[in-house]
């Protein structure tokens, strides 16, 4: 699988935005599913989005659906999260990580980045 670096992340208000980026290196993301998740304290590590190499048919969490946008620029080794209207319980650290295959099931996803930090104040 393919090694990742998360940016992006940052201190917003509710309502804000930020716009995650997600680095490849080593080898080309371009033929790899890749997916957003997230952790919060305490809790576990969830499923956000994931986009397929064509970069249609994106798969949302319900709890995203309508604010976040994944998308990806093979050309520049890139997959990114547009983050709008964020809450606080969007608060937690952002992971991706590459998939062959495409599903919310973070067991199925490999090459897990270090995250970046996202925190939302009320």
């Known amino acids: 699988q393919v090694q990742v670096g998360e940016s992006g992340g940052g201190l917003v208000q509710a309502g804000g935005s930020l716009r995650l980026s997600c680095a490849a290196s080593?080898?080309?993301?371009?033929?790899?599913?890749m997916g957003w998740f997230r952790q919060a304290p305490g809790k576990e590590r969830e499923f956000v989005a994931a986009i397929p190499p064509s970069g249609t048919n994106t798969v949302y969490a319900d709890s995203v659906k309508g604010r976040f946008t994944i998308s990806r620029d093979n050309g520049k080794n890139r997959v990114y999260l547009q983050m709008n209207s964020l809450k606080p319980e969007d608060t937690a650290v952002y992971y991706c990580?590459?998939?062959?295959?495409?599903?919310?099931?973070?067991?199925?996803?490999?090459?897990w980045g270090q995250g970046t930090q996202v925190t939302v104040s009320s």
């Open positions: 990580a590459s998939s062959l295959v495409i599903t919310t099931n973070l067991r199925h996803y490999a090459g």
């Open positions: 080593g080898r080309t993301l371009s033929a790899y599913v």
